[in-house]
């Protein structure tokens, strides 16, 4: 079955040190999504991204969708520790399926 | 969280008992997707549910566990004799047009 993959597992960076996600998928995905897990919350929606090569921003984050539509990557500039908590990737397992496939996440500690 | 109701948030069984989790979508919404989440793990899809029907409970355990949309209340997940693997935290959720509105979950805890 399909796998999502990211890295790293976690990352502690100094507060307005960069941050960057990568995410993996061993089939290409029709769209993939972003969700952001604050410690004992649960996931909120951050973006999605359809096209091949697509690049989106929301403030200081920055989305990728890869060419080939098997992987992405999430960059923060400039963290901030409002920015903790777990990142994870999620992608459709097939055409039609119902099943969205999270990656394990990276969980990000920001240091003041 | 606005729009997906979940209870409750915190949810203690001893091993052999049952546990009910139970979820309502956003108003206007009849599906629900059910997903569980391993400590320090992702999301693993269990069971996608409309009112009254199954839709896909590809991802639910073949023993112990189901789940149900009644045509009147919330959706209901069902665990049968719980044991401790079980502890985890379960979230239910509706889809809008983009991305999936997760409740604030059921914390799980078996002892």
């Known amino acids: 079955g399909q796998q999502v993959m990211q890295i790293p597992q976690y990352q502690h960076v100094q507060e307005g040190e960069d941050f960057t996600t990568y995410c993996n998928s061993s089939?290409?995905?029709?769209?993939i999504q972003w969700y952001k897990q604050r410690p004992g919350g649960h996931p909120v929606f951050l973006i999605q991204?359809?096209?091949?090569?697509e690049v989106k921003k929301q403030k200081r984050l920055t989305f990728q969708f890869g060419e080939a539509k098997k992987n992405s990557s999430l960059h923060i500039t400039a963290t901030q520790t409002t920015d903790v908590g777990t990142y994870f990737c999620?992608?459709?397992?097939?055409?039609?399926?119902?099943?969205?496939?999270f990656g394990k996440g990276t969980k990000l500690s920001v240091i003041p | 969280n606005a729009g997906v109701m979940q209870n409750p948030r915190h949810l203690v069984r001893r091993r052999g008992q049952e546990a009910r989790l139970r979820c309502s979508p956003m108003?206007?919404?009849?599906?629900v997707y059910w997903y569980r989440q391993l400590p320090e793990e992702g999301l693993k899809f269990m069971v996608y549910?409309?009112?009254?029907?199954?839709?896909?409970e590809s991802g639910m355990p073949k023993e112990r566990f189901s789940a149900e949309f009644p045509k009147e209340g919330p959706s209901i997940l069902r665990i049968q004799q719980v044991v401790r693997g079980d502890s985890a935290a379960y979230f239910c959720?509706?889809?809008?047009?983009?991305?999936?509105?997760f409740g604030s979950g059921t914390r799980l805890t078996v002892v």
């Open positions: 959720a509706s889809s809008p047009d983009y991305g999936y509105t």
């Open positions: 089939t290409t995905l029709s769209n």
């Open positions: 991204l359809v096209k091949s090569g």
């Open positions: 999620a992608g459709y397992s097939g055409a039609g399926s119902y099943q969205l496939t």
């Open positions: 108003k206007g919404h009849s599906h």
């Open positions: 549910l409309q009112k009254e029907n199954i839709i896909d």
